[in-house]
């Protein structure tokens, strides 16, 4: 669904995606606590995270979605 979803204008399929997303910074965040060694490779993948909320949320992807229902 996350996969092919947006490529179909699915709402769903990116609401999933970010609730996805978010609990990836939960976990990440979690770990960069518990591992400090780790640390950069888990602020890395936040970084990636938030772009691809940018990426999903911003005004074009809202075109995109609004057209596609």
């Known amino acids: 669904m996350i ?3 947006p490529l179909h204008g699915s709402s769903l399929a990116r609401v999933a995606g970010t609730i996805s997303e978010g609990l990836s910074v939960i976990g990440s965040t979690f ?3 518990a591992y400090p060694a780790d640390a950069i490779i888990e602020l890395f993948s936040i970084v990636i995270t938030l772009i691809i909320f940018a990426l999903v ?3 074009r992807a809202n075109v995109f979605f609004r ?3």
């Open 3 to 5: 996969g092919v979803g």
């Open 31 to 33: 770990l960069a606590i």
């Open 57 to 59: 949320w911003m005004r």
């Open 67 to 69: 057209r596609l229902r």
